[in-house]
């Protein structure tokens, strides 16, 4: 049974470029959520996407976006690259309904020069 | 929102012996508190979780207590092992909803000396 799988694992771009990350949830989960872990943090919540919509969005600008496929796959975007977008970017996978935890996949490592 | 704080940042302790983390929560709402372990390299990992009706909950050696009036909860270990050795997050939910929204504290770098 597979896990949150995500893709690529490392990423170097440069400041103003676009970038766009890839998430597969866990076998059996539909709602899918990212977050960013800087250096030394815990994870901060960026949006969850459920049934193909946006649901909910943490206090990050308008250049994250994101997007769920019908298969519950996930994108995340982030356009005009800031040197602070350096992080390393979670997706958490879970299924609807009270008492699902969060299961995460290993994150991209994202660095912006 | 809800705002974790997580003591200590580091801790080491000789294997074998008991480890002890402690977080407190802002938010009253919060009603679900998972531990999660994040080794080098990889994602975090669910470890144990425990929601508002449960004073305390055990898994083998870990164990979590909540202590709803103080808003605070603690992660305990016994008889660590070197591959007890990671940073371990604890977190709040957002106010009790089933978003899957979480508070995280900024971590415990544990360390376990053979």
């Known amino acids: 049974d597979a896990g949150v799988t995500q893709s690529p694992t490392h990423l170097i771009k440069t400041r103003g470029q676009q970038v766009t990350l890839r998430c597969s949830p866990k076998s059996g989960h539909d709602t899918v959520s990212w977050y ?26 308008d250049r994250f ?10 994108e995340l975007n982030v356009n005009a690259l800031l040197l602070g977008d350096s992080a390393l970017y979670l997706c958490a996978s879970s299924s609807t309904g009270v008492g699902s935890p ?4 290993n994150g991209t490592r994202l660095t912006v020069t | 929102g809800e705002n974790v704080e997580q ?9 074998g012996d008991s480890a ?6 802002s938010d009253s709402a919060s009603n679900y508190f998972p531990w999660y372990k994040q080794e080098l390299g990889k994602g975090p990992q669910l470890i ?22 103080a808003k605070h909860f603690s992660l305990h270990i016994t008889e660590t ?14 106010r009790g909803s089933t978003l899957g929204r979480l508070y995280f504290g900024r971590g415990t770098q544990l360390t376990v000396w053979p």
């Open chain 1, 36 to 61: 960013q872990q800087a250096l030394g943090q815990g994870p901060q919540f960026i949006f969850q996407y459920y049934e193909e919509e946006e649901r909910q969005r943490g206090n990050f600008p």
């Open chain 1, 65 to 74: 976006s994101g997007h769920q496929f019908p298969n519950y796959s996930s």
């Open chain 1, 102 to 105: 969060l299961h995460f996949g």
């Open chain 2, 7 to 15: 003591h200590p940042s580091t801790l080491s302790v000789q294997e």
């Open chain 2, 20 to 25: 002890v983390i402690k977080c407190t929560y």
């Open chain 2, 48 to 69: 144990i979780d425990i929601r508002s009706n449960v004073g305390e909950k055990k898994d083998q050696r870990i164990a979590v207590t909540l202590n709803k009036t």
């Open chain 2, 81 to 94: 092992q070197p591959e007890d050795s990671a940073v371990y997050f604890c977190a709040a939910d957002d």
